[in-house]
């Protein structure tokens, strides 16, 4: 068994026939964590006690002859902006350097429940605010694939921690692609579900009205069997959805001939590029197994970014305003007033993305302001949600580029701000809609960067989803 490669049905195979016991498993994870991480910076904490004693509970669930969880024994990575009881939570932010959360979130609750053994947090942008995860206070995130690249953002690190092998599957979240996009950066399977369909208890807000948790995985199979565990209704998060959450990894029958796939003509314009041909493939790939294609149109696009950073903005600069050094963690000691003492915390906590996007979101949220950018947001958001109802009328999935380019170099995009949020059209508009959508691997470049193809179906339709990548995913195996 190869701790680096190995997959949740590899791991369950693993344990009944007693070829190795969660406790060795979780071990050895955390020795090659501990040996291989300096590559690349992915995980910020290492949480062995923790993983142990979950590992203990499954061999004891093994020696009893009781049946077991869904995940068990299988070493999971989470984002930190996702709460851990006793475990450090820093949002990647020096504001929450100590922080040392008094509860879990409930997918973290449910995962544990299954059995997951959580090794450790993974680095990620500041408060999950970037699309490079160079934003984080403990320094950079190197793409496994490619170290002197980047693997993405905001949850580079659990893509990485997934890419690089230091853990079999890793939680992160995505409120404009932060799952997505470093899923097609380091060449994984990364989820962002339906609004609502897994609980944000214990996720720290960045932008509430669009902000998910979702699973990144080495195969589809697995990154289904996750969700599969976090979904469903909880009673501490009132916009969690009650919807029934289907097995959906018993669904990956490969039944796709006869789906209708949409391609938004909007989308393939300008990606005349490497990224656009492996798309492109991945297509016809399809279409070879039977789906039927044809071009929908998704008309407002073109405003989703400027409609994204309005309403994302003006969202975390209300959830960022408890960052006040009253509560959690850091304080300014050095401060006369209390005003002083509010104005020198965050001034020296926050780093610069936050710092940008707390002074915009203000502005489009004051008076006067308010009407012409925040409310008018918010009516395009419904046009973009509109879009994509008209195209699931006449098919069943929509595919897409997750990315305009791949990887790129640390340090190419980071003084240009407009560049980085620019880079976010293809996953913004599916976040926007609130509709489900996931990055499958479909090739590599001539360079040998991973490229990531975006598959959108309706509201809690993940079950089709995944059909779909998993039936992609089988041809690129054959
Ligand atoms: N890159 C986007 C941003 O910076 C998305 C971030 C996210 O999904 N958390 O806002």
Known sequence: MNVATVTIDQIREGLSSREFSASELARQALQFAQAENPKTNALLTLSPERALASARRVDEQIAAGEPLGALAGVPVAVKDVIVTKDLRTTCGSKLLEHYIPPYDATAIVRLEQA???????????????????ENSAFGPVRNPLALDRVPGGSSGGPAASVAQGTAV?????????SIRQPASFCGIVG????YGRVSRYGLTAFASSLDHIGPFARNVKDAATVLHVMAGRDPHDSTSAAAPVPDYAAMLDGKVAGMKIGLPKQYFQEVASETGDLVHKGVEALQKLGCEIRE????????????????????????????DGVRYTSRSTDSPTLIDMYRNTRGEGFGAECKRRIMLGTYVLSAGYYDAYYVKAQKVR?????????????????????????????????????????????????????????????????DGLPVGMQILTKHFDEANMFRLAAAYEHTRQI
Do not use: W
């Not at 059995?115 to 995860?133: L, P, Q, R």
């Not at 989820?191 to 339906?194: A, D, F, K, Q, Y």
């Open 115 to 133: 059995g997951g053994v959580i090794i450790g947090k993974a680095n990620c942008d500041e408060f999950a605010m970037g699309s490079s995860n």
């Open 169 to 177: 599957v890793s939680l992160g979240s995505d409120t404009g692609g």
């Open 191 to 194: 989820v962002t579900p339906t």
């Open 296 to 323: 929908v149109s998704l008309p407002n696009t073109e405003h989703a970014i400027a409609c994204y950073y309005i309403i994302a903005t003006a969202e975390a600069s209300s959830n960022l305003a408890r960052f």
């Open 382 to 446: 419904a046009l973009i949600a509109r879009d994509f109802s008209e195209a699931f009328k006449q098919v069943d999935a929509i595919i897409t580029p997750v990315s305009p380019f791949p990887a790129f170099k640390l340090g190419e995009k980071l003084n240009d701000p407009m560049q980085m949020y620019l880079s976010d059209i293809y996953t913004i508009t599916g976040s926007l809609a609130g509709i489900p959508c996931m990055s499958v691997p479909c090739g590599n470049t001539a």
